[in-house]
Structure formats: structure tokens, C-alpha cells
Antibody, heavy 118, light 107 residues
Framework: QVQLVESGGGLVKAGGSLRVSCAAS????????MSWIRQAPGKGLEWISH????????YLADSVQGRFTISRDNGKNLLYLQMNSLRVEDTAVYYC???????????WGQGTLVTVSS | SYELTQPPSVSVSPGQTASITCSGD??????ASWHQQRPGQSPVLVIY???KRPSGIPERFSGSSSGNTATLTISGTQAMDEADYYC??????????FGRGTKVTVL
């Protein structure tokens, strides 16, 4: 079954760190660019990071630049988001998304909730 | 940064047609996508490259574009179509941009 499954979310204090993961199954992650998109409680979708299929190119939104790092392990079919210096406003459900046609996402995971307390 | 503008809400009666607009600077030169998010669920792609429908998406979902406005149309709206709908486009500066979402209520 083609799917993405996120894990690693949880409760962390402001200033702390957390790494969330996205496991791909039913397809080879190495064939796709991937992104992380988040959704704060009751809010809309916000794209935050993107990585090329080889991992050689990465992009970050201004809101997380310098604090978050995206990476991947194609051999394990895993995508990661390392989050440092977390802020209360980073509280959100974090989704991984499979990028296609260079401009959209055709597959989303179920999301993992990250809660940052003050 | 690039922005996409959607109406906050749209109401429709069962069996009728719902139209959701999405406008942005030079959006007509870009591809628009639409993602459906039912309450408590993950988003699902329902339209890509402005007018194309992914496999498994019902034919009642269609996309169109005129000028700098993209439109998602739901024909013969069903109760199960009640959801938030997000338009999305790719911009060379901002990369992936989402609109703020439109809540479709089926009355």
C-alpha cells in the first residue's frame, strides 16, 4: 500500500529539540522530492521545507530558517525533520508530502503533532 | 512573498454546485492545485495542474482558470464533500504556497 507515516511528535519545552520522521511504503522514496508541511491548531497549511530526491538540495521557509533541517535516508525510505530552538508558535501537526510535477503534493501522511510549551 | 487569496467560506445545498475561487498575482502563468481536508483528516489532492483530476477523485470535482483566478467546482455536491479546501501553487521565490483555505458547508 502506497503511504506515508509520520512519527516522533510529542511535547517539548520552548528552546528544545525534536526530530520527526516520515516512513514511505509502497514506493521508492528515492524517486521523489519530498516536503514537510505543518498546520497549527485551527489554522491553514504552511509549507516549511523541501528536499531533492538525492538530498543534495534543501529549502527552508523563512519561519524555520536556521532552526530546522530536512534530510533523508533513501536506503531506509525515511524522511526526517530536525527541529531545534523550538518556539511555542511551532506547535502544529507536521505532515510529510510527496512532491510531483514539481509543483504539488499527491500523497500526504497522517501527520504527527508537535506541541511546544512555554 | 507570494500570496493566494480564497474566500473563507462557501455554503451549498446538497446536489447543487459549489465554486471556490483562488486568486494570486500572475496565477494564470502558474499551475494551481487543490487539496481537500475533511475534519480530522489529512489533506487529499483533488485537482492538479489547474484542471487535472488524480485517479480516484470523483468526476464532480473540476478545475478551471481565467486570468489570475483559479476555480474549483464541485458539481452535485454531496454531504461527504463538506471540508476545507486549499488552493496551492508553486512560486520560484516562495516555493510551495497555500491559500488560507475555504470551508465548504453543505446545508
Amino acid at each position: 500500500q502506497v503511504q506515508l507515516v509520520e512519527s516522533g511528535g510529542g511535547l517539548v519545552k520552548a528552546g528544545g529539540s525534536l526530530r520527526v520522521s516520515c516512513a514511505a511504503s509502497g514506493f521508492s522514496l528515492s524517486n521523489y522530492y519530498m516536503s514537510w508541511i505543518r498546520q497549527a491548531p485551527g489554522k491553514g497549511l504552511e509549507w516549511i521545507s523541501h528536499i531533492s530526491n538525492s538530498g543534495s538540495a534543501t529549502y527552508l521557509a523563512d519561519s524555520v530558517q536556521g532552526r530546522f533541517t530536512i534530510s533523508r535516508d533513501n536506503g531506509k525510505n525515511l524522511l526526517y525533520l530536525q527541529m531545534n530552538s523550538l518556539r511555542v508558535e511551532d506547535t502544529a501537526v507536521y505532515y510529510c508530502g510527496r512532491a510531483v510535477e514539481q509543483d504539488t503534493f499527491d500523497l500526504w501522511g497522517q501527520g504527527t503533532l508537535v506541541t511546544v510549551s512555554s | 512573498s507570494y500570496e493566494l487569496t480564497q474566500p473563507p467560506s462557501v455554503s451549498v445545498s446538497p446536489g447543487q454546485t459549489a465554486s471556490i475561487t483562488c486568486s494570486g498575482d500572475k496565477l494564470g502563468d502558474k499551475y494551481a492545485s487543490w487539496h481537500q481536508q475533511r475534519p480530522g483528516q489529512s489533506p487529499v489532492l483533488v485537482i492538479y495542474q489547474t484542471t487535472k483530476r488524480p485517479s480516484g477523485i470523483p468526476e464532480r470535482f473540476s478545475g478551471s482558470s481565467s486570468g489570475n483566478t483559479a476555480t474549483l467546482t464541485i458539481s452535485g455536491t454531496q454531504a461527504m464533500d463538506e471540508a476545507d479546501y486549499y488552493c496551492q501553487a508553486w512560486d520560484s521565490s516562495s516555493l510551495y504556497v497555500f491559500g488560507r483555505g475555504t470551508k465548504v458547508t453543505v446545508l
